[in-house]
Nanobody, 124 residues
Framework: VQLVESGGGSVEAGGSLTLSCAAS????????MGWFRQAPGKEREEVAG????????WYPDSVKGRFAMSQDNAKNTVYLQMSSLKPDDTAMYYC???????????????????WGQGTQVTVS
């Protein structure tokens, strides 16, 4: 299972950034995928989840209205579009996937067992 993230970088407060996560067909199809972040000294938190068969999404209140997760089935890729970014959004962002074929809940962190290498987002 391989999850390859891209798109991180530095942006000013109020700006936008889009992260991408490419997966294998086996990992992507009919599965829960999510974006998580972890800032230094803080616990990891999920910021978006999607079920790739149907496209239902979930967001915590902290990012609702600012972050949007989407998918491109032709590319086996999910995206995280982030807008109105704040300095508190600064963190390492990770793409994650549940175990293919298993029941999963897009809002339940424990269901995500495969992780990408992470991409840094810095908001100043």
């Amino acid at each position: 299972v391989q999850l390859v993230e891209s798109g991180g970088g530095s942006v000013e407060a109020g700006g936008s950034l889009t992260l991408s996560c490419a997966a294998s067909t086996y990992t992507y199809r009919r599965n829960c995928m999510g974006w998580f972040r972890q800032a230094p000294g803080k616990e990891r938190e999920e910021v978006a989840g999607i079920y790739t068969a149907g496209g239902s999404t979930w967001y915590p209140d902290s990012v609702k209205g600012r972050f949007a997760m989407s998918q491109d089935n032709a590319k086996n890729t999910v995206y995280l579009q982030m807008s109105s970014l704040k300095p508190d959004d600064t963190a390492m962002y990770y793409c994650a996937a549940a175990r293919p074929g298993a029941y999963c809940d897009i809002s339940r962190e424990s269901d995500f067992v495969y992780w990408g290498q992470g991409t840094q987002v810095t908001v100043s």
